[in-house]
């Protein structure tokens, strides 16, 4: 018995050993888990070490001085000047001015059903906002409408901010808007800034040695003629890019779209040009006369300044070709055909292939910018949709990304720089329209009131109207069996 005493005061030591150590680990554990949260929000005086580099020593371009040609260092040796030119054909211009009307329509500020626009609101969505943040909220928000003081943005408003910010970024894919202080260097306003004029800065010594940019030195210049005209910090000046990309040669400039339309921009032009030739000036290929005669050559001059006088259509256009062949015994007038089809290696079809890729690139259906193609209407018919159906896709694919770019944009370099407890977000891509909503109102009847329904849409209740729609609701419930056996008892109780 004493033996096994023993054993069991053994085993239990054991067991409160295992038991004290499992305790031990796991508030080491919990501690673990604390100071790593704790590193992760407090960042704490000492720099973080980057082992990768973002600059290329052997990159001649990249780590030379500041560009002051007017190259996109984005594209593969574009211009500022050629993409402008390339925004000003018809249909890049369509696309680009279709997306800067959607984007200005979130313009105006909106409360959450209140349709399109902007609201500033507590980035803590679970928070309550006090009377003191909805005077904040109001004041950001006549300062995001204003685009802050009116003595350095008295020109343009929060409207005209957009369209010039979207504008430039489908077009370069570099969206800058400088952030005015004050003396004491609070945020004072906010204006948008020439993107063709602003360039990546030169490296310094230390920041070539390191292989990446120090976030404290100047980040962006300001180039005119040739010459350096401002410098930015970063959070100065918004450098906002939709389409970044890892690769060191780019060095963080953006990749525009018409980049990658060159060739399809240029196809375009050229199908212009050659259908409007037919109608303007040139030769008619569909054929040429030959005549046989033995007329005297200067006779045949003649006559041909004739013939062409009286064929030639307007502006020398639909120009025939007239030769003189060797004469013989029997004179014969001859047209030759060059073409038995008028359709031209299927023009139309080149053209619209075109607008395709062209509105692809910009994720933008055609439908939105007037050309209609396929069978439409045939909404039922299985894999297709409508004109509408493609037009809200088109906005998720194309509206959507381009607005969540623009919410980022100012969100960091304008809320955050004011007051970091309240973001802009844009509402409305997602409202029902009032129709609809109309309908849905009138089906949640089935469990709802309608002094419910009403009270939505600030109506007075009816007399009639606490009752729910649906008669299951109303019915009167009947007494179950047990309801029934037990009935006559609790009357026999009572007596």
């Known amino acids: 018995m004493s033996e096994m005493k023993d054993d069991l005061e053994v085993f239990a030591k054991a067991a409160i050993n295992l038991l ?10 919990e501690d673990d888990t604390e100071s790593f949260i704790k590193g992760l929000l407090d960042q704490g005086d000492d720099k973080p070490t980057v082992m990768s580099k973002e600059i290329n020593p052997a990159d001649i371009a990249n780590i030379g001085m500041v560009n002051l040609e007017p190259t996109h260092r984005g594209t593969w040796g574009l211009t500022f000047d050629i993409l402008n030119a390339m925004a000003r054909v018809p249909v890049i211009s369509s696309v680009i001015n279709t997306r800067i009307n959607q984007v200005a329509e979130f313009a105006k500020a909106v409360n959450e059903d209140d349709g399109l626009g902007f609201q500033i609101r507590l ?12 005077q904040n909220i109001l004041k950001i928000t006549e300062f995001i409408k204003s685009c802050g003081d009116n003595r350095i943005t008295f020109e343009t408003d929060f409207e005209g901010f957009l369209r010039m910010l979207v504008r430039d970024s489908l077009i370069f894919d570099q969206a800058c808007f400088e952030i005015v202080r004050n003396q004491d260097g609070y945020v004072c306003g906010f204006l948008n800034v020439d993107s063709a004029t602003i360039r990546r800065s030169a490296l310094t010594d230390e920041e070539k040695k390191q292989g990446r940019r120090s976030p404290d030195g100047v980040q962006f210049v300001q180039v005119l003629n040739n010459q350096i005209v401002a410098q930015y910090k970063a959070l100065d000046l918004c450098w906002g890019i939709r389409r970044p990309r890892s690769e060191i040669r780019f060095r963080g400039y953006g990749f525009p779209e018409l980049e990658e339309l060159v060739k399809v921009i240029t196809h375009i032009c050229n199908a212009e040009v050659f259908n409007s030739n037919n109608f303007t000036n040139g030769i008619s290929a569909s054929g040429i006369i030959a005549i046989k005669s033995k007329m005297n050559p200067n006779l045949f001059k003649s006559f041909r300044k004739e ?4 064929l030639t259509g307007a502006s020398n256009s639909k120009r025939t070709p007239l030769i003189q062949l060797d004469p013989s015994n029997n004179e014969e007038v001859q047209s030759i055909n060059l073409s038995n089809t008028n359709r031209e290696m299927e023009y139309q079809e ?14 933008i259906d055609p439908a939105e910018i007037g050309f209609n193609f396929g069978v439409e209407g045939q909404s039922s018919a299985i894999f297709s949709m409508g004109v509408q159906d493609r037009a809200i896709l088109s906005k998720e694919k194309g509206l959507r990304p381009l607005l969540r770019a623009i919410e980022s944009w100012i969100n960091r370099y304008i809320i955050d720089q004011v007051d970091s407890r309240y973001e802009l977000t844009f509402v409305g891509l997602d409202s029902i329209p009032k ?3 109309l309908e849905m109102d009138i089906k949640k009847m089935a469990f709802m009131t309608l002094n419910e329904i009403r009270a939505k849409y600030d109506l007075p209740p009816h007399p009639m109207g606490d009752k729910i729609g649906n008669p299951l ?3 009167p419930t009947q007494p179950t069996q047990e309801q029934n056996k037990q009935e006559p008892q609790i ?3 009572i007596e």
């Open 20 to 29: 004290k150590q499992a305790m031990t680990e796991n508030l080491e554990k």
């Open 123 to 134: 980035k803590d969505r679970k928070a309550l906002a006090s009377d003191e943040d909805k």
């Open 307 to 310: 013939f062409y006088s009286m």
């Open 350 to 363: 080149w053209v619209n292939y075109l607008l395709k890729l062209t509105c692809a690139m910009f994720q």
């Open 435 to 437: 129709d609809k909503q």
């Open 473 to 475: 609701f109303n019915a």
């Open 491 to 493: 009357v026999s109780d």
